[in-house]
Structure formats: structure tokens, C-alpha cells
């Protein structure tokens, strides 16, 4: 009887976090306080977390664009999300998208509870993952896309793409609760889905002008280790977070979270050493995101020690894509969105049902047919994502035109050219 009460406890969890529709409805002062946290530690990964580490590894003509571009996600995604992207998301809807039973918050009050927790704060912390879930795109086609294109983009991708990609994993659809996809924190539905739309993104816009001829090193190395240690930090609330609670399997993902990141960081520097000869500080910011990334899908699932594996070999697999996928073919994903958002995503995604601890599987599935499942959601988020994403892209530049810079405004820089201002005096 205790084990069978040790394999149940964890999946009543797994239900809670899983979807809107929640077990239980009494408030608790610690789970909102936890989950109010949580929800302002996930907005600091965009501002100024992503801003700093993107900022940091543009060109100097081109940082205040990256923090711009991370601004306006959090601004027109914060808006977004309370009209209608939340409805989406996690109304009722079908096996696809939600509805519009929510719109505008319709029907949410003070008053309404989700689980032990207000309403209000479930909405607003995911709504902290739309608002960083499009920004993580940028830096695959920064330096070239004009800000006009990059807001609509956003706007349509985040309705499009994003909203119906959460009701399938969260919101009752049938990734999450027809298929029984694993996705505690968003491999899918945040890593995967802006990975392969930013390479899609890249593809579309074409290389920067002078890339593979001219050297284009980052302008501030600093500002990326700062803001990849801001991400590091913030990543608790976004894993632990998704948990909805203070309890044990918030532990579990703290604590698989940071382990996860730890292993590959190390890895990273070994792989550096023995390619290069030296591990760099780059290396280093770029590999705790990676590590960060591949243990989010997994971070509730799979124990510390399995979040070892889950990190190492996800950093072994992002540094081959950095180091050798993106020379092999030459496309210019500026700042290795592909390599560690999409790559690692899709690794974390299969490492949840590789690595899945016996606790964390649903009752009758076995370990073999939970790693089917998880690569029947993989194969489904990379056709989906990147294919919808022509699709907004290609209207889009029948709608405006050219969604690039002209070619003296990428010379002159967006800063100037977009935004008519300069981060640093006599530039």
C-alpha cells in the first residue's frame, strides 16, 4: 500500500500542473505566494534577462534594437494574452485551440480560484511564457528585420502559433491529454516552437549582409554573461514554477533544474577544450542555456540524477549543432536560436521519456511507450511550428513588402535606423 500511495501522490501532481482543469479549490497564502514569484522571476528572464544575453552578442550598432525588440514582447504580448490569447490557450475550445469563452478575462474575478491559487496569477504566469516565448525568436534574424515587421510577426505568431501549441500540451487538447505528451515546462511548446519558427524566420530573411566574410563578434560579453545568469535564475520560477504549488515536485524541478544546467556547463568546457583548446566565457553563458532548456520539459519527471544525463548529453547534442550543423549548411541563425532552443528543446522533449523516472509514468504506460509518445509530440511541434510560421512570413511580405532593412540601414545599424539612437556616445 505505501508504494502504490508513493506512485499515485506524484501523478495527482502531474495532473494539477498538466491543465486548467484543476483538482481541488481552496486558496492556499503559500502557493500564491510562491506562484506570485515565480511569475515575476519568469518576466525578469525577458526583461532583462534575454535583453542583456542578446544584447551582449549583437553588434554595438544593434543592441538597443534587441532591447526594443524584447520590450515590445513584453508589451504587445502582455496585451495579447488578457484580450484573448489566455481564452485560447486554456478555453474549453476543441483538441486544437480554445475558444473565446474568455475573452477579455470574461467571467475571472478576484474571487475565482484555480487550484490553491487565484485565477488572476495562474493567467498572468502564463502569461509571462507568451511574452518570452516569441522573444526568444529575435536573435535568430537579428540585425536585419525591420520593427515594423517584427511587431506583427509577433502579434500573429503568438495567436497562430503559440496559443493553440499551449491548449494542445496544457489546455485539455490533444497533445497533453489525448496523446499523453510529458511537457512539464515548455520543450514543446515554448523551446521547440520558437526554435524551428526562428530558423524558419532566418531562412526566409536571408543571412546578414557580409556573414561568413566579415568577423561579427559580440559587442559586450559581459552583458550576455549577466543576462544568461538572470535566465539561470529566473528558470526556477518558469520550471519549479509550472508546478502551481510549493511542495515536493516544485522541489524536484528546482532541484533537477539547477543540476541540469550545472552538467552542461561542464560538458560545454571539456568539448571547447578538446575542440578549440581553451573553454570560452561564451561557451559557458551559451551551455547553462542549453542545459536550462533541455531540463525544462523533463524537470518534474526525472530524478537528479537522471537530470545529470538529461543536461550533459543535451549540451554534447547543442554544441554540435552550434559547432558543426550551422557551418555545414551556412544558414545565419545569428545567435544559435535553432541550435539551442529548437535542438536542445527536441532533446529534452525525447530525454523526458528516455530519462522518465517509475514515478513520474502515467498509470499503464510503459517506459518504451512514453518515449513513442513523446516522439509522435516532437514530430507534430516541428511540422506545425515551422510550416504555420511560413505561412504568417510570406503574408506578411505580401502584406509589406521587404520584411528586412534596406541595405544602408543594416550597414548604419538598426539603432539608428529604427529606433534613431545610439547605446554609446561617439558611435
Known sequence: MPSLIFRILPLLALALSASPA??????????????????????????????????????????????????????????????????????????????????????????????????????????????????????????????????????IWLIVVYCPLAHMVWGGGFIGAKLGALDFAGGLVVHMSSGYSALVAALVLGPRRGYGKEPMPPHNLPFAVIGAAMLWVGWFGFNAGSQLAADGTAGLAFITTNTAAAAAVLVWALLEQL??????????????????????????????????????????????????????????????????????????????????????????????????????????????APIATVAILYGLKALLGDLRVDEDAEYEGLDLAEHSETAYAGD
Not at 46 to 66: D, H, M
Not at 319 to 326: H, P, T
Open 22 to 155: 484543476f483538482a481541488e479549490d481552496e486558496l492556499s497564502a503559500g502557493d500564491t505566494a510562491w506562484m506570485l514569484t515565480s511569475t515575476a522571476l519568469v518576466l525578469m528572464m525577458t526583461l532583462p534577462g534575454l535583453a542583456l544575453f542578446y544584447g551582449g552578442l549583437v553588434r554595438s550598432k544593434n543592441v538597443l534594437s534587441i532591447f526594443m525588440q524584447c520590450m515590445i514582447s513584453a508589451a504587445m504580448a502582455g496585451v495579447v494574452w488578457i484580450v484573448v490569447g489566455y481564452s485560447l490557450a486554456f478555453g474549453e475550445g476543441n483538441a486544437l485551440v480554445g475558444d473565446f469563452s474568455m475573452f477579455l478575462l470574461d467571467g475571472i474575478t478576484p474571487e475565482s480560484v484555480s487550484g490553491t491559487i487565484p485565477t488572476y496569477v495562474f493567467v498572468m504566469f502564463q502569461g509571462m511564457f507568451a511574452i518570452i516565448t516569441p522573444a526568444l525568436m529575435l536573435g535568430a534574424f537579428a540585425e536585419r528585420m525591420k520593427f515594423s515587421a517584427y511587431l506583427l510577426f509577433i502579434t
Open 275 to 384: 575542440h578549440h583548446g581553451k573553454p570560452t566565457v561564451l561557451g559557458a553563458a551559451t551551455a547553462a542555456v542549453a542545459g536550462l532548456v533541455v531540463i525544462t520539459p523533463a524537470c518534474a519527471f526525472v530524478t537528479p540524477v537522471g537530470a545529470l544525463g538529461v543536461g550533459g548529453v543535451g549540451a554534447a547534442i547543442c554544441y554540435a549543432a552550434v559547432a558543426f550543423l550551422k557551418p555545414r549548411f551556412g544558414y545565419d541563425d545569428s545567435l544559435d536560436v535553432f541550435g539551442v532552443h529548437g535542438v536542445g528543446g527536441t532533446w529534452g522533449a525525447l530525454a523526458t521519456g528516455i530519462f522518465i523516472a517509475d514515478f513520474a509514468l502515467p498509470e499503464g504506460v510503459t517506459w518504451l511507450g512514453q518515449l513513442w509518445i513523446q516522439t509522435q509530440s516532437i514530430v507534430f511541434v516541428a511540422l506545425f
